[in-house]
């Protein structure tokens, strides 16, 4: 589409949503940064730590970095706040360019290596805050988008969808992500609006940058070929003003792929991220059966 300018980053106080928001506000996009968080320190690292980022941060950087951030204080798993940040943005802005679907519940027990019945059931939260959530925001957006004839819906997902990772939610809740736009896609098809997920590989977040403090030989080789999340959000970007990107709609991408093979670009830091296809597996081909 030509010259995207509202979008909306679900989940964005910090890690992948923030870096995301920010690649945006780059571009001079105006970002709506969502997320909880309204002071820092509530969230915590795996070590306990407590982590920075707040909804009103993120939207000043994405102002200083060359775009307009706009903090909205919205809980995702909560439809009638979700409704009411549509309103917001169409009342403001009249147009809605670009949804990223980010925010997903991240229980404390994720990364623990334990059977998923010796984790606490609340780790299932994020089927709801993740999955559902994701849908429910791109129903708003699709009524927007399909309306004026453009947009792009994405899905943070990862190579969890394919390969064992974190246990049976978080793979759930990614595979769950790349059939949202592949089945999205077909239904926005007539109204030249694009969706599509994104896998991403390992980020430099907060959360990262403190594991790799704490145990810097273990995550050594991880940060040397970890993505910004600023990356994904330069993908985004491409995807939404290529004349060709109905090609790639309803396809799960792997980001370090595309960026390299169809867009020609790097990530920030100058670096060209792996693909990992090879170590965690490939996401399934778009299905082109319909079924009604």
């Given at each position: 589409?030509?010259?995207p300018?509202v979008?909306?980053?679900?989940?964005?106080?910090?890690?992948?949503?923030?870096?995301?928001?920010?690649?945006?506000?780059?571009?001079?996009?105006?970002?709506?940064?969502?997320?909880?968080?309204?002071?820092?320190?509530?969230?915590?690292?795996?070590?306990?730590?407590?982590l920075?980022?707040?909804?009103?941060?993120?939207?000043?950087?994405?102002?200083?970095?060359?775009?307009?951030?706009i903090?909205?204080?919205?809980?995702?798993?909560?439809?009638?706040?979700?409704?009411?940040?549509f309103e917001?943005?169409m009342?403001?802005?009249?147009?809605?360019?670009?949804?990223?679907?980010?925010?997903?519940?991240?229980?404390?027990q994720?990364i623990?290596?334990?059977?998923?019945?010796?984790?606490?059931?609340?780790?299932?939260?994020?089927?709801?805050?993740?999955?559902?959530s994701?849908?429910?925001?791109?129903?708003?957006?699709?009524k927007?988008?399909?309306?004026?004839?453009?947009?792009?819906?994405?899905?943070?997902?990862?190579?969890?969808?394919?390969?064992?990772?974190?246990?049976?939610?978080?793979g759930?809740?990614?595979?769950?992500?790349?059939?949202?736009?592949h089945?999205?896609?077909?239904?926005?098809?007539?109204?030249n609006?694009?969706?599509?997920?994104i896998?991403?590989?390992?980020?430099?977040t907060?959360?990262?940058?403190?594991?790799?403090?704490?145990?810097?030989?273990?995550?050594?080789?991880?940060m040397?070929?970890?993505?910004?999340?600023?990356?994904?959000?330069?993908?985004?970007y491409?995807i939404?003003?290529?004349?060709?990107?109905?090609?790639?709609?309803g396809?799960?991408?792997?980001?370090a792929?595309?960026?390299?093979?169809?867009?020609?670009?790097k990530?920030?830091?100058g670096?060209?991220?792996?693909?990992?296809?090879?170590?965690?597996?490939?996401?399934?081909?778009?299905?082109?059966a319909?079924?009604y």
């Amino acid at each position: 589409m030509p010259n995207p300018k509202v979008a909306i980053v679900t989940g964005a106080s910090r890690g992948a949503g923030k870096g995301i928001a920010l690649g945006l506000a780059e571009k001079g996009m105006t970002v709506y940064v969502t997320g909880r968080t309204r002071k820092a320190g509530k969230a915590k690292g795996w070590d306990g730590t407590p982590l920075p980022g707040t909804v009103e941060e993120t939207a000043q950087a994405c102002t200083n970095a060359g775009g307009k951030g706009i903090g909205v204080i919205c809980d995702s798993a909560d439809d009638a706040q979700v409704a009411q940040l549509f309103e917001q943005v169409m009342d403001e802005q009249g147009q809605c360019d670009i949804l990223m679907n980010n925010a997903a519940y991240i229980h404390h027990q994720l990364i623990e290596q334990k059977p998923f019945w010796d984790k606490e059931l609340d780790a299932q939260n994020i089927l709801d805050v993740g999955l559902r959530s994701a849908y429910v925001a791109s129903w708003h957006a699709a009524k927007i988008m399909a309306k004026q004839k453009r947009g792009l819906i994405g899905m943070g997902s990862s190579f969890g969808a394919s390969c064992y990772m974190h246990g049976p939610a978080y793979g759930a809740q990614k595979a769950g992500l790349d059939k949202l736009a592949h089945d999205m896609a077909v239904d926005l098809e007539p109204f030249n609006v694009q969706a599509v997920s994104i896998w991403m590989g390992p980020l430099l977040t907060e959360r990262a940058l403190i594991a790799a403090e704490v145990h810097p030989e273990q995550y050594k080789e991880f940060m040397e070929m970890a993505e910004t999340p600023q990356f994904t959000g330069h993908i985004l970007y491409a995807i939404a003003t290529d004349p060709k990107a109905q090609e790639i709609s309803g396809h799960t991408l792997v980001g370090a792929e595309v960026a390299k093979d169809r867009y020609k670009m790097k990530d920030g830091n100058g670096k060209q991220p792996p693909s990992h296809r090879e170590m965690l597996g490939s996401p399934n081909p778009p299905n082109p059966a319909r079924v009604y």
